[in-house]
């Protein structure tokens, strides 16, 4: 970053940052697995995955629609997104798509979430 230089005392500072919340992490993952806590549920939340026509986008999109969640689909690719929607919906899903350029977002952001809201009620 600009105007920052990365003297020894910094580094010493964000390596132990990092231990700490590495450290901690692992803590809370160890502690879970032993306690055999319960997950959190997403059933009903409204889950938004950007880059929903793609792989990732898409794989994900499925799991969470199978986990209870009502699906907000973003891609650039019309085609791409309206095919992971169909196959939510095909296995008994709900999600809306929407094609979205995520460079702009923050024209989109207001009408989704005020479409959200609607969904919730
Ligand atoms: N697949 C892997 O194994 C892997 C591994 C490490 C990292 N990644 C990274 O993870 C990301 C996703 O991977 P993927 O395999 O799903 O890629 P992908 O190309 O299959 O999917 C990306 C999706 O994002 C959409 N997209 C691109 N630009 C967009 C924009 N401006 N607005 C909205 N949507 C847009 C595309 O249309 C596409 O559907 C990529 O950045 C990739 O480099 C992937």
Redesign the pocket.
């Known amino acids: 970053m600009s105007g920052e230089v990365d003297t020894p005392a910094r580094i010493f500072k964000d390596a132990m940052i990092m231990i700490y919340h590495v450290f901690r992490a692992l803590t809370a993952s160890v502690y879970r697995f032993f306690s055999g806590g319960e997950l959190k549920s997403i059933k009903g939340d409204i889950v938004l995955i950007?880059?929903s026509?793609?792989?990732?986008?898409r794989q994900l999109s499925l799991v969470l629609s199978k986990l209870g969640g009502i699906l907000v689909l973003?891609?650039?690719?019309t085609a791409?997104n309206e095919e992971t929607a169909a196959l939510i919906k095909a296995n008994g899903g709900e999600c809306y798509s929407f094609t979205?350029?995520?460079?702009y977002v923050y024209i989109y952001v207001i009408h989704v979430f005020t479409y959200a809201e609607s969904v919730h009620m």
């Open positions: 950007t880059g026509g793609g792989e990732i986008g973003w891609d650039i690719n791409r979205v350029d995520v460079r």
